[in-house]
């Protein structure tokens, strides 16, 4: 008996290391842009791994599909974008190379387009004229209502892929969502001073902003979505704001000054750049202070000029 102790005492260790362990791989998350990896942080906390293929300086539209993307894509269990052509040159060769885990269609393929209400969607679809916003609006993270919207899919395809922790994923949702309601009433009362407000944006990137918040997008510098602002159209732009003058000019940090400065400087309206998304500038370190900023720089909050 006591030989067979001894021997149970030898092999315990052995039996500890063949049980089977509770699953610690962590959820690999391809998150297109910035506002997607910290949204897919928010929802999956340790229990994923998040990678942003764009950086807050880039331009989403315009991304080259480097070696290193698809190396990351081949390696992700789930693929968060924002969709509708955003990503068009350079998402499908990604997605070329990639595993049916990720294909459309599949559980892990979830387009924030796919599942928010879609602002400027033209009637007929056409990519002629060289309108980078062919499906509508793509730029929809910056009503936050959307984030909230796009956060319970996402946890939804979370607990598909790795049901084990289905109840944190929930939990993460509702803990998201509550901070998010809140923040929103505090936004709200903010800037309800700019309801009405006639702005000028650069690219249409603040459509949903401008919506959420009751302000009037009265003009863009560039005469359709992805084509770069001409003499003839800033002329034009120039003689309707005369006769109506904007309140503000906006322009995100991607996109060039000259256009706005140009106009500011012939009507006297104020331009400024707006973080786009999550890390563009220092302050904006996460979805919550992203959109204290834009209210603040909007001169919704009554410290903005600190
Ligand atoms: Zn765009």
Not at 15 to 32: D, I
Not at 118 to 132: A, C, I, N, Q, T
Not at 255 to 266: M, T
Request: hydrophobic share 40%; proline share 7%; with cysteine.
């Amino acid at each position: 008996m006591k030989r067979f102790l001894i021997f149970l005492y030898l092999l315990l260790p052995g039996l500890f290391f063949l049980a089977p362990a509770p699953s610690l791989a962590k959820v690999n998350v391809f998150a297109c842009e910035p506002e997607w990896a910290s949204l897919a942080q928010e929802i999956g906390g340790d229990k994923v791994e998040v990678f942003a293929a764009t950086s807050a300086m880039q331009d989403p539209h315009y991304i080259r599909a480097r070696p290193s993307l698809i190396s990351k894509a081949r390696r992700a269990d789930l693929l968060l974008c924002s969709g509708a052509s955003l990503e068009i040159g350079w998402l499908p060769i990604l997605l070329q190379k990639a595993s049916s885990d990720i294909q459309p269609g599949s559980v892990g393929y979830l387009m924030a387009a796919d599942v928010v209400t879609m602002l400027e969607v033209p009637v007929v679809v056409d990519r002629s004229m060289g309108d980078v916003h062919p499906e509508g609006n793509p730029h929809v993270h910056l009503n936050p209502h959307n984030l909230m919207t796009v956060g319970e899919a996402l946890a939804d395809r979370l607990s598909g892929i790795d049901s084990e922790n289905t109840s944190f994923y929930k939990h993460s949702h509702r803990d998201f969502s509550s901070r998010m309601r809140k923040a929103i009433s505090r936004w709200e009362s903010e800037a309800a001073a700019l309801k009405g407000k006639p702005v000028v944006v650069h690219h249409k990137s603040f459509t949903y902003l401008i919506d959420w918040l009751g302000m009037k997008q009265v003009g863009t510098l560039e005469p359709k979505p992805g084509i770069p602002p001409t003499t003839s159209h800033l002329k034009s732009l120039l003689l309707e704001l005369r006769t109506a003058p904007a309140d503000v000019i906006i322009r995100t940090p991607s996109d060039p000054d000259d256009a706005s400065e140009w106009l500011s400087g012939k009507t006297g309206t104020r331009a400024i750049v707006l973080p786009y998304t999550v890390g563009s500038d220092k302050q904006s370190s996460d979805l919550f202070a992203l959109f204290d900023r834009i209210i603040a720089l909007l001169g919704g909050s009554r410290n903005f000029r600190q």
